[in-house]
């Protein structure tokens, strides 16, 4: 069977990486065929809508969609590139690799964020001169579907349970409602879980990184502490991450466009090209993927290595160097 994959590069580095990705699942023996849709600040100014009709339709029917990342119009087209898919959660996996020289090592952790609603919902008003309001949204539904994907998450990989992050103490309302509902999905399927507040959290893994496996957060507390542990393990340029949906997913690095070296072709095309493995995965090519992350470990220890990482290697020497290691 085809498999009718969607790719969307976007802009500034997304235009270096996506082609990177392509490159790489091109050599494998896996029958995927590629449309290309555009999107991005790129569109918007050439007069278009930066999410246009044609892409948004094409991510919502492919078997799955990679993306490379959009500037200044992220939030116009992500989010409603992630509604796509019906996308409710976020699969964010930060490690480092052998040979990177990273902060805290031994950290090793997978988030699971809540991908609908909380601040990212769209809620914003300005209602004076002098006040700006957000209204957080967190639903009951969300977050017991989150709860059963992490759990079945833990359940499938033999990992003994999450921790769930959160600032119920301060919004008890929202984020008590998260909470509780996460407890209790994970109480029926005999799922174990522990509790840290967000903030404490943040703290706790720049010190103790090692204590945590799978954590289970609100969209914008995963946002911002997957950031944090990219930092912890290597840089932006290691981090894939998944948007999946009872059907189809969407798959993107964490990281952004980075205009301060777009167009320079030294973009480390890893993080990319390890979402483009969890793609593989999740379409149920699981040796497929895993060769891919094996050469994505192969190079990262042997080299050549971008300029992000302490070397000297362009994107498309590194592309060379996964494909070759792949054949
Ligand atoms: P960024 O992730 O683009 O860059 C942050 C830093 O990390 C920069 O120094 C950049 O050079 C470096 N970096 C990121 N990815 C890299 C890679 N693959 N290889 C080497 N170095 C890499 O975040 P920033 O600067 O906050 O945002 C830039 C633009 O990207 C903004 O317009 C923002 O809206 C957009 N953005 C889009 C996202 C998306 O489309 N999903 C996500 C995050 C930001
Ligand atoms: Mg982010």
Do not use: H, V
């Given at each position: 069977m085809t498999e009718d994959i969607v790719v969307i590069p976007g802009d500034g580095i997304g235009q270096e990486v996506i082609p990177a990705a392509v490159s790489v699942l091109e050599t494998l023996d896996v029958d995927l065929s590629f449309t290309e849709a555009e999107a991005g600040d790129h569109v918007a100014a050439a007069g278009?809508?930066?999410?246009p009709a044609e892409t948004h339709e094409l991510a919502a029917n492919a078997d799955a969609t990679l993306f490379g990342a959009a500037g200044e119009s992220a939030a116009d087209v992500i989010l409603p590139l992630r509604a796509a898919v019906d996308s409710f959660v976020n699969v964010r996996p930060a490690r480092t690799y052998p040979g990177i020289e990273a902060v805290r090592p031994e950290t090793d952790i997978v988030f699971l964020r809540e991908n609908t609603e909380g601040v990212y919902a769209g809620h914003e008003d300005r209602l004076s001169e002098d006040v700006s309001t957000l209204t957080r949204v967190v639903t009951e539904s969300a977050s017991r579907r989150l709860a059963e994907y992490a759990c079945e998450y833990v359940t499938d990989r033999d990992l003994d349970g999450f921790t769930v992050a959160h600032k119920a103490n301060v919004m008890r309302e929202t984020d008590g409602r998260f909470r509780d509902a996460v407890f209790d999905v994970a109480e029926a399927n005999g799922v174990e879980t522990d509790e840290v507040l967000m903030d404490a959290l943040a703290m706790h893994l720049a010190?103790?990184?090692?204590?945590?496996d799978v954590v289970v957060t609100p969209n914008l507390a995963g946002d911002v502490l997957s950031d944090l542990a990219a930092g912890l393990v290597?840089?932006?340029?290691?981090l894939p991450s998944a948007n999946l949906g009872p059907d189809r997913g969407l798959f993107e690095p964490v990281h952004g466009t980075a205009p301060d070296i777009a167009g320079q072709g030294i973009a480390n095309p890893s993080a990319t090209v390890l979402s483009a493995a969890m793609m593989l995965e999740h379409l149920g090519y699981d040796s497929a993927g895993q060769r891919v992350r094996d050469a994505v470990e192969t190079v990262l220890e042997e080299g050549p290595r971008t300029p992000d990482l302490g070397g000297e290697a362009s994107t498309e020497d590194v592309t060379a160097a996964l494909v070759d290691a792949l054949e």
């Open positions: 278009g809508d930066p999410l010190l103790r990184p090692e204590e945590y290597g840089g932006l340029g290691l």
